[in-house]
């Protein structure tokens, strides 16, 4: 196909989702996609929640040996074709079965991946392009599992494997591929070990010491000029959600703004131990 | 000279324009603000500021650092009152010196249009009536814009 026959087929490409689940967690030493977070559910029904919440059709990337699996039997499979091949072996088996959509990969081991992550990949999505894909904050290269594959990748993909490579990182950055600043820049930060799952746990789920202060109409509402609390919400949006179940607040945190430490904060801020946190009613001063 | 203040008592604007004095400046401009009597013809008895005090003198210490930076004045100063107030009392005053009146103009103009935006400062008006409000707040959904009370 050429490049320009790529282009107008991905043009009107659906979208599907793969969720990449085939992976053998040989550091970890058990299996990355049953880990859960807090109170949370396992990492893969969590994953396959928000992957499905942006795609038409969301499927699960299993090892033949893994499609009998109970945590990966409740939800439509695609079982790897070939071995060996790393994460790019379930990509090539979801496209030989659906050659003509796009395909939003995303790996199971991305605890912090959170919806804005992927919407704002939808939406920018360059259907003309190879690929969509975020620039890594940590070495500026491809991240290639949470990545949007379009059509004309496929043949592509096929000719850089007979090349004997099978890197999709090095394929996305010799390709034509849309690079994104990542909205949350921790969102794609996988965890291999059980070190990296215990830190992930302790941000995710432990309980912070945070301090906040109410002013005019939520100092009402609250009763109250300041409480600490121990919470375990991750972010100032989800501590005022929590904060408006237990007081009559009437404002919603679209008209709110947020400081965290005595500054302006954006509301996916993740929050720390520690914080002191402010709501900010819409202002009428002068 | 920038410099942003809380007060709980009366402005004395004699005193304040007098630190924005300089040779080279031929210009001064000051705003006032007023509590008035009304707000969208319901009588207001007194007004009620309450401010979020550390991020506010930040934030003002930032707004005077720009208006002398993007207007070229020599000085600007801004007190706001904060506490219970009296109609007709003074609940803010800005004040910019600079070498020539148009800046001077300018740059005040700026500095009350950003103070009010971007302060945690908030307004609970008691009305004649008894019944009281927080500007911009009770009806947050349906009004978005206007702040009123002082000029």
């Known amino acids: 196909m050429s490049a320009v026959a790529a282009a107008r087929e991905a043009s009107t490409a659906p979208l599907y989702g793969l969720l990449l689940a085939g992976g053998r967690s040989s550091r970890m030493g058990q299996d990355k996609a049953a880990l859960t977070y807090g109170d949370g559910p396992p990492q893969l029904e969590r994953a396959m929640a928000l992957l499905a919440a942006h795609v038409l059709r969301a499927y699960v990337s299993v090892r033949p040996d893994q499609a009998g699996d109970p945590l990966r039997a409740r939800f439509a499979q695609i079982v790897d074709t070939h071995s060996n091949l790393g994460p790019i072996a379930g990509l090539l088996a979801a496209q030989a079965l659906h050659p003509q959509v796009a395909w939003l990969v995303v790996a199971c081991d991305l605890p912090l991946l959170d919806a804005p992550t992927l919407a704002h990949l939808v939406a920018a999505r360059a259907t003309a392009r190879i690929a969509t894909a975020y620039r890594s904050s940590h070495d500026g290269l491809p991240e290639p599992l949470c990545t949007i594959y379009e059509p004309g990748s496929r043949a592509l993909l096929a000719s850089y494997l007979e090349g004997g490579r099978n890197c999709p990182r090095k394929f996305l950055a010799q390709s034509d591929t849309l690079l994104l600043a990542e909205p949350n820049p921790r969102a794609l930060d996988n965890i291999n070990t059980p070190t990296e799952y215990s830190a992930v746990m302790s941000q995710v789920s432990a309980p912070k010491q945070i301090t906040v202060q109410y002013y005019a109409l939520l100092r009402e509402q609250a009763g109250r000029r300041a ?43 993740p929050l720390a131990d520690g914080d002191a946190v402010v709501f900010i009613p819409p202002v009428a001063g002068g | 000279m920038a410099a942003f203040a809380f007060t709980h008592t009366a402005i004395d604007t004699a005193a304040l324009a007098a630190q924005l004095a300089d040779p080279a400046c031929g210009g001064y401009a000051a705003f006032e603000g007023w509590v008035r009597d009304s707000h969208e013809g319901v009588r207001v008895r007194r007004l009620e500021y309450e401010a979020f005090e550390t991020l506010a003198l930040r934030e003002g210490e930032r707004i005077l650092s720009e208006a002398l930076a993007r207007f070229g004045v020599r000085h600007a100063g801004c007190v706001h009152r904060l506490g219970d107030l009296a109609v007709g009392e003074l609940a803010v005053w800005v004040g910019v010196s600079a070498p020539h009146r148009d800046e001077a103009f300018r740059a005040c103009r700026f500095i009350i249009d950003e103070i009010k935006q971007r302060l945690p400062i908030w307004k609970k008006e008691h009305y004649v009536s008894g019944d009281s409000g927080w500007v911009n707040c009770e009806r947050c959904a349906t009004a978005t814009s206007g702040e009123p009370g002082t000029a």
């Open chain 1, 227 to 269: 409480e600490a609390l121990a919470t375990s919400a991750a972010t100032p949006a989800q501590l005022y959600a929590e904060l408006a179940k237990r007081y009559p607040f009437t404002l919603s945190a679209a008209v709110l703004r947020v400081a965290i430490n005595n500054e302006f904060r954006d509301w996916a801020t």
